[in-house]
């Protein structure tokens, strides 16, 4: 069974920085993709950024491309997201989540049912 356990989530000024990590367990780290996502009140869950954990190939939004990076390290079975510049805007609840195929290209609204295991979410607050 896959777990996913994240941390680092907070509250944070305009332009500070975070750095939240989702652990993972219970499976091999290959040929697998792995992301994050977010949530804010009244909106649909949207894609943040993803990493296929066998390439390394990363996707953005375009929300957050060049403030945001997202890495993994395969040996620790961790995900990491650093996000600076931090704006109001990205305040929401961040999901942690995995895919058992291949990473889709992009991160559309529908690219939510690739991801069959989800972390239980940190809020980030920027004021």
């Known amino acids: 069974q896959v777990q996913l356990v994240e941390s680092g989530g907070g509250s944070v000024q305009a332009g500070g920085s975070l750095r939240p990590s989702c652990a993972a367990s219970g499976y091999t780290y290959n040929r697998n993709c792995m992301a994050w996502f977010r949530q804010a009140p009244g909106k649909e869950r949207e894609g943040v950024a993803r990493i296929a954990t066998g390439s390394g190939n990363t996707y953005y939004a375009d929300s957050v491309k060049g403030r945001f990076t997202i890495s993994r390290d395969s040996r620790k079975k961790e995900l990491y997201l650093q996000m600076n510049t931090l704006q109001p805007e990205d305040t929401a609840i961040y999901y942690c989540?995995?895919?058992?195929?291949?990473?889709?290209?992009?991160?559309?609204?529908?690219?939510?049912?690739?991801?069959?295991?989800w972390g239980q979410g940190t809020q980030v607050t920027v004021s």
């Open positions: 989540a995995a895919s058992d195929g291949f990473c889709p290209a992009v991160l559309s609204p529908s690219s939510r049912v690739k991801f069959g295991y």
